[in-house]
């Protein structure tokens, strides 16, 4: 008993230190994670900290008090990177209490020169959506590692846009929008672009948030600290990660303005917008086809100029100035998209004359605009993932037979899981072969000969993705398996170019913001959590524009560390020291992965590379010691 009155005076006593002192006893808690992990809004937890993965190869314990970015005991974030790189981390605001009015200010950097906030640092409050049921195929499995039910952060709200109240900072935690129950934890995503001519050096800023407790105000501080390595990432986009869309970026649903900013967001994430179906006015057949040109220049001659990524139209960030790397031409056969002539008149000599003029003009029109850095396409979607030899190999030829003065800029593309097709066009003549199925690992041969042609390969990646062969874009996967997309494409470089998710904004009229699990084009039974969706509608928010991803970060990624690779292999003067780097991290991919006898169906360990994100951003940081190496 005189214990229990004891311990009841001790609580009397600090509850009224704690009046007295103004301070509070609801315990804000803010700590830090980088992009490799995502964090469970009710628990705190990384949903990557799965026991699906093997032990060694997950993220370590106690992250939250310490890990490979954070220290808890200096209350510090460290980040390291190149000139012309974009960081990012995670800032993770954690209260068992509901707080209000939260705010979140980064201070300018202090260093060896100006490193301003307002232009490099950019806010995001994470959005979380709940999967409620795993992504599968319907009757068999997704064939990727599904983390499993939960609230996923995946949607990054713009803090710097005007947005809705309701979306914009402050916020209170439990956030009564977005309705998580149970809410314990905020996400903030923060990028940190480095600009192209910073000075190398350290500089440091703080990290300020605030919030009330009630009528109590609570405040916490972190340091951040940014190391810049003396060279840069190049504007150029050597991977050009593909995001394929069917026609819904396109000046005939939106304005060009809102056009620009969604090639914009591609560009700044080093990935390339590959949209479908927009083409010239075209009139006439035959060898009097003529194009009508106006409404395609107002529209995209600044993408093919590269003044859309410039700051006269807003733009800062990785490739300014330069232009789109690749642009669809808009010949199709398909009845709703048939371009130029119907599909009905195909194999006529009138028809054959218009598609080949078509090809001229394209070429002569470029030509004379300047528009000389960017690859052009040539893709019937209506053949696509078919077996239909005959029609592929049609237009194939067409372009063969055009007369362009400079053939290498076009780039006749095939999609399909057959090998027959791509042989049926002839492997010298493929400019893109877009591999789908388990052809993407059996047949290598046909790849390394296009490959040996000047020609690419692509790698898909959607519901017919299968672990750990190539990694699949959904919600409910780790969000390394995104970054793993710069490294097979270095690791089985004779036989791999990039890789390319099929569908970009299917944004089921908004719904998905509540919903991930949205079909995207099968339907049926599928669950595929956002599937097609990297980009999202900024509507919702009351936004007329595009909103960003984690998952679109997590290519970003990818495409910085190919470039990192890139740059290690030209500086050594061969890749021998790149390979070793890869290889500690993705120790196999595409065939490899599959074990002796097995079926490309068939489940697989999950042992062919690692699942912690440490040493991932320790690989990273391996490539940037060996390229600095010689320099210090």
């Not at 967001?265 to 990935?271: A, L, W």
């Not at 560390?561 to 890139?566: K, V």
């Amino acid at each position: 008993m005189r214990r229990e009155t004891l311990v009841c005076g001790l609580l009397l006593l600090v509850a009224a230190w704690c009046a007295f002192s103004g301070t509070t006893q609801a315990a804000m808690r803010i700590w830090a994670v980088d992009d490799g992990v995502r964090i469970n809004p009710q628990t705190g937890k990384a949903l990557e900290d799965n026991p699906i993965y093997p032990e060694g190869l997950r993220i370590k314990p106690g992250y939250r008090e310490h890990n490979w970015i954070y220290s808890g005991d200096k209350k510090q974030v460290t980040l390291a990177g190149a000139k012309n790189e974009a960081l990012a981390f995670q800032l993770q605001i954690e209260s068992a209490a509901p707080l209000g009015n939260v705010n979140v200010v980064i201070s300018d950097l202090k260093g060896p020169a100006p490193f301003p906030a307002a232009d490099n640092v950019r806010l995001f409050r994470e959005w979380y959506a709940e999967v409620k049921q795993p992504s599968s195929g319907g009757a068999t499995a997704a064939g990727f590692d599904c983390l499993g039910p939960a609230w996923y952060p995946d949607a990054l709200i713009p803090l710097r846009e005007r947005v809705k109240s309701e979306f914009a900072m402050p916020f209170d935690l439990p956030d009564k929008t977005n309705a998580v129950p149970g809410q314990k934890v905020q996400a903030i995503w923060v990028d940190v672009y480095i600009p192209r001519d910073q000075q190398p050096g350290v500089y440091e800023g703080a990290i300020r948030v605030t919030a009330r407790d009630g009528d109590k105000p609570v405040e916490e501080l972190l340091s951040l600290r940014v190391e810049v390595f003396a060279f840069a990432l190049p504007d150029e986009d050597h991977l050009g990660i593909s995001l394929n869309d069917y026609g819904s970026i396109s000046p005939r649903r939106m304005p060009k303005e809102k056009l620009w900013a969604f090639y914009q967001m591609c560009h700044h994430h080093r990935c390339v917008l590959d949209v479908l179906y927009n083409a010239p006015k075209a009139s006439g057949t035959g060898d009097a086809l003529e194009l009508d040109w106006s409404e395609y220049d107002a529209a995209f001659a600044p993408l093919l100029d590269g003044s859309a990524f410039t700051a006269a139209h807003g733009y800062r960030g990785p490739g300014e100035g330069v232009p789109v790397k690749r642009f669809y031409l808009p010949l199709e056969s398909s009845g709703g998209h048939a371009w130029p002539r119907p599909a009905e008149e195909m194999e006529t000599e009138p028809y054959e004359r218009a598609v080949k003029k078509a090809l001229r003009e394209f070429e002569r029109h470029f030509l004379e605009k300047g528009w000389t850095r960017t690859s052009l396409m040539m893709f019937y979607n209506r053949y696509d993932e078919s077996g239909r030899v005959k029609e592929i190999s049609y237009f194939a030829r067409l372009l063969r037979e055009a007369g362009l003065k400079e053939p290498s800029r076009f780039l006749y593309r095939v999609d399909g899981g057959s090998p027959d097709v791509v042989r049926g066009v002839g492997l010298e003549n493929v400019g893109i072969w877009c591999v789908n199925g388990n052809v993407r690992y059996t047949h290598p041969e046909e790849q390394r000969e296009i490959i040996r042609h000047g020609g690419h390969i692509w790698i898909y990646s959607s519901n017919s993705a299968r672990e750990p062969c190539i990694a699949a874009p959904y919600i409910d996967t780790e969000v390394l398996a995104l970054r793993t997309w710069g490294w097979i494409p270095w690791k089985y470089r004779d036989s791999v170019t990039t890789l390319c998710e099929w569908g970009t904004f299917y944004h089921g009229e908004g719904k998905r913001w509540r919903d991930p699990s949205l079909a995207a084009a099968l339907g049926g039974k599928q669950v595929l959590n956002g599937d097609a969706l990297l980009i999202y509608p900024g509507e919702f928010l009351g936004i007329d524009g595009p909103v960003p991803c984690i998952r679109l970060k997590a290519l970003r990624r990818a495409s910085q560390d190919y470039e990192y690779m890139r740059l290690l292999a030209k500086k050594a003067g061969d890749p021998r020291t790149v390979d070793e780097v890869v290889s500690g991290v993705l120790f196999r991919a595409m065939h490899e992965a599959l074990k002796p006898g097995q079926d490309y169906w068939q489940n697989r360990e999950r042992d062919s590379r690692s699942h912690d994100p440490e040493q991932w951003d320790k690989a990273r940081r391996s490539l940037a010691e060996h390229i600095l190496k010689d320099d210090r």
